[in-house]
């Protein structure tokens, strides 16, 4: 089994960066990670995935502001977050296999 747990959330101001981190207790290696993202009373969307190899994959609403990257060796994937705006405030999940589910972390961004 792999758990996930989210790390990094925080209050910004807009236009800001916000980097989130995604800690495995194992191996990831040949596992998709995916983040998602919950804003209040809107259904959770995908926000990025990343497979052991190949390119990252993006929401069209994020792309170019977010980038997505692994750390293999150390089972982490990072979420990072540029330009950010209120739209981007939500409870941040990172999911790996589609099973394993953290349990997420808010990022709150002030206009």
């Known amino acids: 089994q792999v758990h996930p747990v989210e790390s990094g959330g925080g209050l910004v101001q807009a236009g800001g960066s916000l980097r989130l981190s995604c800690a495995a207790s194992g191996s990831i290696f040949g596992l998709t990670v995916e983040w998602y993202r919950q804003a209040p009373g809107k259904q959770r969307e995908l926000v990025g995935s990343i497979h052991t190899f190949g390119r990252p994959n993006y929401a069209d609403s994020v792309k170019g502001r977010f980038i997505i990257s692994r750390d293999n060796a150390k089972n982490t994937v990072d979420l990072q977050m540029d330009g950010l705006t209120p739209d981007d405030t939500a409870v941040y999940y990172c999911?790996?296999?589609?099973?394993?589910w953290g349990q997420g972390t808010q990022v709150t961004v002030s206009s």
């Open positions: 999911c790996v296999a589609t099973v394993y």
